[in-house]
């Protein structure tokens, strides 16, 4: 059962540059979400997604896209790479519900140049 | 504005002593509180998740409590191990018009041999 699977694990890109960090699961979750992870500081939420079709903007989007096409894929965007988009990248799912666990995946170290 | 507050920041104790985190959080409305903990460099795995009527949740020899009048939770961890050296993170869900996942910066616990 492979959960939520993240790629690439590490990149290193130089300002200006585009990517796309790929996030699926294969738990059939309606709730998929990405953060970043900065040191002292808590996650935050870039995108989320409670279903295929259906994404939000989180407390910190700027810079960044997402689409949810079906509902295992959940793609991350950067649209022009930026030194303050250097950070640890999560993106985690879960079923909607009060009391649904959520899965995170290993993670993505981007460091922008 | 919607908050998780943690204390202490970071935390060392022996190997086999007990220790005890808090988590105070301002977010409304509430859904449920969870506890997740990190180690280093992998994704969070979430621990406990308390609802609005629960005051108490143990999962081995972590026991989270819920004092939702005073907007407070706490982190028992008994007999502690090395394997416990991680970071503890408070995250408590709010679900109206959204569902978001609201996140403490977290604890982080040192257990030495």
């Known amino acids: 059962n492979a959960g939520v699977t993240q790629t690439p694990k590490f990149q290193v890109l130089k300002t200006g540059q585009s990517m796309t960090l790929q996030c699926a699961q294969d738990m059939n979750h309606e709730y998929m979400s990405w953060y970043r992870q900065d040191p002292g500081m808590g996650l935050r939420l870039i995108h989320y997604s409670v279903g295929a079709g259906i994404t939000d903007q989180g407390e910190v989007p700027n810079g960044y896209n997402v689409s949810r096409s079906t509902t295992e894929d959940f793609p991350l965007r950067l649209l022009s790479a930026a030194p303050s988009q250097t950070s640890v990248y999560f993106c985690?799912?879960?079923?909607?519900?009060?009391?649904?666990?959520?899965?995170f995946g290993a993670g993505t170290r981007l460091s922008v140049l | 504005k919607n908050q998780v507050e943690q204390s202490p920041q970071s935390l060392i104790i022996l190997e086999g002593k007990n220790c005890t985190l808090q988590?105070?959080?301002?977010?409304?409305?509430?859904?449920?509180l969870r506890w997740y903990k990190q180690d280093t460099g992998r994704g969070p795995v979430s621990l406990t998740i308390m609802t609005f009527s629960e005051n108490t949740k143990s999962n081995g020899r972590y026991t989270a409590t819920l004092d939702a009048d005073t907007k407070q939770s706490s982190l028992h961890i008994t007999a502690s191990q090395l394997s416990d050296s991680a970071s503890y993170i408070c995250?408590?869900?709010?679900?109206?018009?959204?569902?978001?996942?609201?996140f403490g910066t977290g604890t982080r616990l040192k257990v030495l041999a």
């Open positions: 988590c105070n959080y301002t977010v409304s409305p509430f859904s449920n």
């Open positions: 995250v408590v869900l709010t679900t109206s018009g959204t569902y978001k996942y609201i």
């Open positions: 985690a799912s879960s079923n909607i519900g009060i009391a649904k666990i959520q899965y």
